[in-house]
């Protein structure tokens, strides 16, 4: 193998290329080249098409280079698109020790290393250095059994959604968790105010949250990206002349939400998540800009007659109190915190179902909309369930909760515990009268 340097312009892309280099990516490896220079060679065709190293490229071409280091392969053809894949599919199957964050938080100590040429920020590293202390506050093991005793009705941890939210399942957290453990990877594909990742006792090494609404999708996305501005836009008082203009503006920007989310690195648009979140906190039916939105009226009975002036609870789950939080800045602050290496996916929940480690080491929480509630999502609601119903019995490995109605599902192995939305949890209590059920998959640790 021999390694040449060539013209810049003797070499292009491959435009079939089938790997993505957002700009956070390209900068990434920008900062690299320039801290380190070029370690390794590119590799490209007999005529010039890169088959690895399109980012390098892109990179120095950014960087105005006039010649790059490159090894000129004899693959064509499909071995060539093979290689291609395997290049960068390969790298990706590695995993990190612990160790990792130590390491990486002394370099970034060190005046003498630009930290962002090693592809981690600040918030990266906090967060791995986070991960590693929960780690060691269980017993420093992997093992799930101690997390399992953990659970408990009052955290002072707890993080909210800062709206109240239709079939939030915040009371089951300890029941859920109890059975989930440590996983590795986390999903959460019908996400709505996300209460269930939000209460986890234990952040996975990923964690995967999506939502149908467009809405729901670029709130979390704006809060992981840009907490303050969020904020901003939520922390407003309450007018009925702003609430339905506000409505109809939010509602004519689905389409140019849903393409923005379509990216993964796109950060979301923070006035519209601000301005969602005021108006989900002040819809008496807590379905602010869904389309059927002939429902929607401000909360005035709750929050007086005319609430002009006063501001939303914001953080609350009940439609009772009017009293803004003191410091909405720091909430936002928090949560954005709490989901800086979340992945916010927006789409149906297939999209979301993607796991790299094994079976076991995968909890997915399944909140469905109910099958009661077809009538109003026109008959899609069973189509979806019939879906989920398949994807649980292939994947009864996983640790997998799926929740409903009792008497919803006929999963034969799986655990079925009864609770109440009304009050503490019971299992198989009389006392039951929501009939709310969570089926819990032979993976999930004993209850
Ligand atoms: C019952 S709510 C989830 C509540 C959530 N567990 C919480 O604690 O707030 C169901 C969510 O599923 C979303 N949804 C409905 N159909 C979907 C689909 N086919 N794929 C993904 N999400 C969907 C809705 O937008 C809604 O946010």
Redesign the pocket.
């Known amino acids: 193998m021999s390694i040449t340097m060539m013209l810049m312009d003797a070499i292009h892309e491959d435009p079939a290329n089938l790997r993505a280099h957002p700009e956070s990516n390209i900068n990434a490896i920008r900062a690299s080249l320039k801290e380190f220079g070029q370690q390794k060679p590119i590799v490209v065709d007999q005529g010039g098409k890169i088959v690895a190293g399109n980012g390098t490229f892109k990179a120095a071409v950014a960087l105005g280079w006039k010649r790059i280091a490159a090894v000129k392969t004899k693959l064509e053809g499909i071995k060539s698109v093979a290689y291609a894949i395997a290049d960068n599919r390969i790298a990706e199957l590695a995993t990190w020790e612990t160790e990792l964050a130590g390491v990486l938080d002394e370099l970034r100590k060190d005046d003498s290393i630009d930290i962002g040429s090693i592809g981690f920020d600040d918030a990266d590293i906090d967060a791995l250095l986070g991960d590693l202390a929960t780690e060691q506050d269980h017993g420093g093991s992997s093992s799930d059994r101690d997390i399992a005793d953990l659970p408990k009705d009052e955290r002072s941890d707890l993080v909210m959604?800062p709206f109240p939210?239709?079939?939030?399942?915040?009371k089951v957290i300890p029941l859920v968790w109890k059975r989930f453990g440590r996983p590795k990877q986390y999903i959460?594909?019908?996400?709505?105010?996300?209460?269930?990742l939000l209460g986890s006792y234990h952040v996975a090494k990923l964690e995967v949250i999506?939502?149908?609404?467009g809405f729901?999708a670029n709130f979390w996305r704006s809060v992981k990206h840009q907490p303050e501005k969020v904020a901003e836009f939520a922390d407003y008082p309450v007018s009925h002349l702003d609430f339905r203009m506000r409505e109809n503006a939010l509602v004519a920007k689905v389409k140019e939400l849903a393409g923005g989310l379509a990216d993964p690195d796109w950060p979301g648009d923070a006035k519209v998540a601000g301005w969602w979140c005021l108006g989900q906190c002040s819809d008496i039916g807590l379905s602010y800009c869904s389309t059927d939105s002939a429902s929607h009226q401000l909360a005035t009975t709750v929050q007086g007659l005319d609430c002009s002036g006063s501001k939303p609870h914001i953080k609350g789950q009940r439609l009772t109190s009017n009293t803004a939080i003191s410091d909405p800045r720091s909430l936002f602050d928090t949560l954005g915190t709490r989901i800086k290496r979340v992945k916010v996916l927006h789409?149906?929940?297939d999209r979301s179902m993607w796991f790299n480690d094994a079976p076991n080491d995968v909890a997915v929480?399944f909140?469905?909309?109910y099958r009661s509630y077809d009538d109003v999502y026109r008959d899609e609601v069973t189509v979806?369930l019939d879906d989920i119903v398949s994807w649980c019995k292939e994947h009864s490995d996983c640790r997998i909760a799926l929740?409903g109605h009792d008497g919803d599902y006929d999963l034969s192995g799986w655990d079925v515990v009864q609770w109440d939305k009304g009050g503490a949890t019971v299992s198989g209590s009389t006392k039951n009268k929501s009939n709310e059920a969570i089926w819990f998959s032979p993976g999930c640790l004993d209850g």
């Open positions: 959604a939210y239709f079939g939030n399942k915040r959460e594909p019908f996400c709505g105010s996300a209460a269930m999506n939502d149908l609404s729901i789409g149906t929940w929480f909140d469905p909309p979806v929740c």
